[in-house]
């Protein structure tokens, strides 16, 4: 079962940022925080993970609460091709599979 | 150069008729995996193998086998398919098990059972 709660849906403006949340509230210090995103007909795609740090690539940046109970996925300046669902994952090092939730739906419109 | 491909890319066929998916990655990886996403676009684990021997079995009917001949190649037969099979077949592949987390994904093969 998936251990994160996501919103439903999202939207932002071409351009701006977007920054979504996901809730993690019983993750144990072994667990990584997994982002991926499902662009519409397409494999999934990883974008980041991180464990407590902050971290950042081409793609994104991940925000970790301190307490590690949430993060956020921000996407600074979303463009159309950013439409898509994102899924936030959390994954003991240990653990053999990825377990996709419902994610959160991001339309980005001009 | 596909990372990770996979055929058919659709499929679509009569209820109790036998079928096979077929994919390769050409990452090196040593883990390969199947993803099903039903019609209400929940992607769930059904198997995975590391460097072709199965680790992973999500207590799929046993209608589905999987095969790895090698682990570039982790193929999907389906016997007596059912309406209920209808869905996205996603391969994926990742360096290792313990990289599972790192999944590259095949652009998936969507399977329709009349």
């Not at chain 1, 940046?61 to 898509?84: G, M, N, V, Y």
Request: glycine share 6%; charged share 20%; aromatic share 10%.
């Amino acid at each position: 079962d998936a251990k994160t709660t996501q919103p439903t849906s999202m939207d932002c403006a071409e351009g701006r940022a977007a920054n979504l949340p996901c809730n993690h509230s019983t993750i144990s210090g072994n667990e990584y925080v997994y982002w991926y995103r499902q662009i519409h007909s397409q494999g999934p795609q990883y974008i980041i993970h991180g464990l407590k740090n902050n971290e950042t690539n081409e793609m994104a940046s991940l925000i970790i609460t301190e307490d590690r109970k949430s993060s956020t996925l921000i996407l600074p300046h979303a463009t159309l091709r950013d439409t898509a669902v994102y899924y936030c994952i959390v994954r003991d090092t240990g653990f053999q599979k990825l377990v996709f939730g419902t994610g959160t739906r991001l339309l980005v419109s001009p | 150069d596909t990372a990770v491909s996979q055929t058919p890319k659709y499929l679509v066929t009569q209820m109790g008729n036998d079928k096979s998916i077929k994919c390769e990655q050409n990452l090196g990886h040593d883990t390969m995996y199947w993803y099903k996403q039903d019609s209400k676009k929940f992607l769930k684990i059904m198997f995975s193998y590391n460097n072709k021997e199965l680790i992973i079995n999500e207590t799929v009917p046993n209608r589905f086998s999987p095969k790895s001949p090698d682990k570039a190649h982790l193929n999907l037969h389906i016997n007596s398919l059912e309406l209920g099979d209808s869905a996205v077949y996603f391969c994926a592949s990742s360096r290792s098990v313990e990289s599972a987390g790192e999944l590259f994904f095949g652009e998936g093969s969507r399977l329709t059972v009349l």
